[in-house]
């Protein structure tokens, strides 16, 4: 079964943040509040992670409030009886744009891009639960369009303002394990087939449901869709992948600088190819759902003084050899830097603490001075950087690439076959069939 995202449990896991100084941006000020003001926020999604994300945002004044199914939202609602309730978030984004300086989302996959695309429009500032999107092609304009707009973003991936992640990174960049030609990520798998119901239950009078449906293809209303298992078919979610894949190879994809692939390279730079190979294998394909375990390997390019490195992610129960945790035993879930003196490993789904291995050889070490900024959490880490204090440290500038690179691995299982991916331009580039699971069409009346 896929591993449900569980603050409580993220909480448990998680190591205090270490006290740091931001470091400043510039003076812009979110849409001409003041410095001490509270953001006007709004949000699209309140129940399961919805809930838990406005409550992390409850210091600022939450001014409207979105959510397609009343009963799931009601709670909610029920503590912010100041907020305006809608049930359409375009509807919302218009009659409210004067009054909104930031959006939070926290949908179901299918529905993040649109939603997302439509603040970032209006000039609005926006949190956005993780995967940033269900494609590959989502996450490549969400980036841009932040960009182009100029807002603050931030993915939430959790894990991201944690000690443990932030002080494992600087240690990867210190040289700590030295060079790292190879790394493995493992985590829970996915479902496995799914039977669509033929069965067709009436629509709760409470849950509007062609909104809930928003740009994906039009089923009849069924409970496995919503409230249930949404994440394990391919209509509305992305399987294991996009459940915990940008919490897991969080600490990975940083430590490895991949997201240097992605970016544009100075006119007077040398040439360089970013071009990467991914190539994929399944314990099977199903047309509705994702597979229940996947083994990909990802073959990356040197990024600037770092060298060429493969990165193996599995899934569903399958793992690296032992041997690779020097002395230690497998673990249900890991990512691990494998370098040449040593190894930096993390057992924590989001990243939230490590280990140097094998460890009598690291014990007592200092390590480099700190040079990660230390924040206020993750959500306050984004409130102040929309009232221009300091950044976010998972805008959509490495939440766009780390989205892309978790939606390339179903590609890759996908299609079962090696093929060539450009970051800098998006495209497949010796694969037709994977090129066509880059995107996936809108349903009539859903643009982005």
């Not at 509807?91 to 529905?111: C, K, R």
């Not at 798998?189 to 067709?200: F, I, K, L, V």
Request: aromatic share 8%; with cysteine; hydrophobic share 35%.
């Amino acid at each position: 079964m896929i591993r449900r995202m569980n603050r409580r449990a993220f909480l448990k896991a998680s190591l205090p943040i270490g006290a740091g100084v931001l470091v400043l941006r510039d003076s812009r000020l979110a849409l001409g509040t003041q410095a001490n003001d509270r953001l006007n926020l709004a949000a699209i999604g309140t129940g399961g992670m919805g809930a838990a994300n406005i409550g992390n945002l409850a210091s600022q004044n939450i001014v409207a409030m979105c959510d397609v199914h009343e009963s799931r939202a009601a709670k909610t609602y029920a503590k912010h009886p100041e907020a305006k309730v809608y049930v359409d978030f375009r509807q919302m984004l218009d009659e409210l744009d004067q009054q909104i300086d930031a959006v939070a989302i926290s949908t179901p996959d299918h529905t993040h891009a649109v939603a997302v695309g439509d603040a970032m429009r209006r000039g609005k500032h926006v949190y956005c639960e993780k995967p940033l999107t269900r494609t590959v092609y989502e996450a490549r304009v969400l980036r841009q369009m932040a960009q182009r707009h100029g807002v603050v973003t931030q993915m939430g991936n959790q894990g991201s303002a944690s000690e443990g992640l932030r002080r494992a990174v600087e240690l990867a960049w210190a040289g700590t394990v030295g060079p790292v030609r190879r790394a493995h990520l493992w985590f829970g798998g996915g479902d496995g087939p799914q039977e669509r119901p033929t069965d067709q239950p009436p629509v709760p009078p409470d849950l509007s449901w062609d909104l809930w449906l928003g740009p994906a293809p039009y089923r009849p209303y069924h409970p496995s869709y919503c409230p249930g298992r949404w994440r394990a078919w391919r209509d509305f979610g992305s399987g294991a992948m996009g459940d915990m894949g940008c919490h897991t190879a969080n600490l990975l994809f940083r430590a490895l600088r991949l997201q240097q692939l992605w970016n544009d390279r100075p006119d007077d730079s040398p040439p360089k190819s970013a071009v990467f190979q991914v190539a994929g294998q399944a314990s099977e394909v199903d047309v509705e759902g994702y597979p229940r375990w996947m083994i990909v390997d990802f073959d990356f390019p040197a990024r600037d003084e770092l060298p060429p490195v493969k990165l193996t992610l599995y899934t569903g129960g399958r793992h690296p050899s032992e041997e690779v945790l020097r002395g230690d035993e497998m673990t249900k879930w890991g990512a691990l830097l494998d370098g040449a003196r040593g190894a930096i490993f993390t057992d924590c789904p989001w990243n939230t603490r490590y280990a140097l291995l094998p460890k009598a050889e690291f014990q007592g070490i200092q390590g480099p001075e700190r040079t990660l900024p230390r924040g206020q959490g993750h959500h306050g880490e984004w409130v102040e950087a929309c009232k221009g204090r300091g950044e976010t440290f998972s805008s959509f500038e490495i939440g766009g690439p780390l989205t892309e690179f978790i939606q390339l691995a179903n590609v890759a299982a996908t299609v079962g076959e090696p093929f060539q991916y450009d970051p800098q331009s998006g495209q497949i580039l010796n694969h037709s069939a994977a090129q066509e699971l880059l995107h996936r069409d809108y349903r009539d009346g859903w643009t982005l």
